[in-house]
């Protein structure tokens, strides 16, 4: 039985590297800001976190994990507010951040990868930038999203 589990764990290891990547690849360009993708990256990003917990058994203790979540918020919401926006066939487009995606990817392979070995203490502690990263990109998705409502559509003269 625990074999089945750690050839499982290799996998989602495996499956989390190659959609680094692939995250890495997509995200370099300047992209259309919209509502309903900002929104699904939100969502997507909590259910991540959520069931990467549920299926890890890595565990942070709430009073350590909501602090470092509403830094991330913090950290994400002025990140957000410095993003350059510019304006592209009258749509709204900014450029992701290859640096933080990559940090995300590496913060979730390694507590991963230290769940599979056995060490589910110490991936507890890799769940730490996890959750900073993971208030992060709410933080920024949000600030995207509402800077994206509030900017015309047509330029300025």
């Known amino acids: 039985m625990a074999g089945i589990?750690?050839?499982?764990?290799?996998?989602?290891?495996?499956?989390?590297?190659?959609?680094?990547?692939?995250?890495?690849?997509?995200f370099r360009k300047p992209r259309p800001i919209g509502a309903w993708s900002k929104l699904l990256s939100i969502l997507l990003s909590l259910t991540i976190l959520a069931a990467f917990?549920?299926?890890?058994?890595?565990?942070?203790?709430?009073?350590?994990?909501?602090p470092i979540l509403v830094l991330g918020l913090i950290v994400g919401l002025l990140r957000g507010a410095f993003v350059q926006l510019s304006i592209r066939d009258g749509?709204?487009?900014?450029r992701g951040s290859w640096?933080?995606?990559l940090g995300w990817g590496v913060s979730?392979?390694?507590a991963q990868l230290l769940n599979t070995l056995g060490s589910s203490g110490w991936s507890s502690v890799g769940l730490m930038p996890?959750?900073?990263?993971?208030?992060?990109?709410?933080?920024?998705?949000?600030?995207?999203?509402l800077r994206r409502?509030?900017?015309?559509?047509?330029p300025r003269v």
């Open 108 to 110: 979730l392979a390694l």
């Open 5 to 26: 589990f750690q050839v499982i764990s290799l996998a989602g290891l495996v499956i989390t590297i190659v959609l680094t990547i692939v995250m890495l690849l997509t």
């Open 91 to 94: 749509k709204v487009v900014a």
């Open 130 to 145: 996890v959750f900073l990263s993971t208030g992060t990109t709410i933080g920024l998705d949000a600030t995207l999203l």
């Open 99 to 101: 640096l933080f995606l």
């Open 53 to 66: 917990i549920l299926l890890s058994g890595a565990r942070l203790n709430p009073l350590l994990s909501l």
């Open 149 to 154: 409502v509030f900017t015309p559509r047509t």
